[in-house]
């Protein structure tokens, strides 16, 4: 079965400065990446994901993420944080052998301080 | 146009009585999955409903919890003699058919077990 972890909990980080998300998924048969974010009280919206091609994705937002095969990661990236990205941030894979269904890690709490 | 939509937004209940959830996902969305999330379970997969295909119920926690899909369009979630550890929300989400493609989220109905 598909895992997902997330190694970071809560992310605290002031304005402006760039803050890293980790992710790494167990399986190593192909699979398609994503990261939602959820902002309080929202439902999950997508920032980005991987399919295929080239391994640096640009999402929503000024994130973008890096898919790295041989250590199975998928870590999202964004050079400048602002006070509005502060939400939750959701790495999810899913695998192609297995459907569409989503298996998320357990988030990342990122709080944004002036 | 419309995302995805659910009702109702909050759901308490008592302990020991059946609720049911609905979910109207994108329109020509023909792929629907539900998952729920709760504090200590995280982000979970419960069912998938792909066009006129026997749903994927692998991820429903137990036969109190069931699902259909009328028309290809609408969901009903059903929770049977419900219990406190069911307190959580619940997501839906659709998405086109093609494997790759990204899910919708709803906003979730939060549910509480008294």
């Known amino acids: 079965a598909q895992s997902v972890t997330q190694l970071d909990s809560q992310v605290p980080v002031f304005e402006e400065a760039p803050v890293e998300l980790r992710c790494n998924y167990s399986?190593?048969?192909?699979?398609?990446l994503f990261w939602y974010v959820q902002y309080p009280n929202q439902g999950l919206q997508l920032l980005l994901k991987y399919l295929s091609g080239s391994t640096l994705v640009k999402g929503i937002n000024g994130f973008e993420a890096e898919f790295n095969k041989s250590q199975t990661s998928f870590h999202l990236r964004k050079p400048s944080v602002h006070i509005s990205d502060t939400a939750e941030y959701f790495c999810a894979v899913s695998d192609r052998a297995a459907g569409n269904k989503l298996t998320f890690g357990g988030g990342t709490r990122v709080l944004v301080k002036p | 146009g419309a995302g995805v939509s659910q009702s109702p937004s909050n759901k308490v209940t008592e302990k020991g009585k059946d609720v049911e959830l609905r979910c109207d996902p994108i329109s020509g969305h023909t792929a629907l999955y539900w998952y729920r999330q709760s504090l200590g379970q995280g982000l979970e997969f419960l069912i998938y409903f792909q066009g006129n295909s026997a749903p994927d119920k692998s991820g429903l926690p137990s036969d109190r919890f069931s699902a259909e899909r009328t028309g290809g369009s609408v969901s009903t979630l059903t929770i049977q003699r419900t219990q406190q550890e069911d307190s959580a929300v619940y997501l839906c989400a659709s998405s086109f058919r093609r494997v790759q493609e990204t899910q919708y989220f709803g906003p979730g109905t939060r549910l509480l077990v008294l």
């Open positions: 399986s190593s048969v192909s699979v398609y």
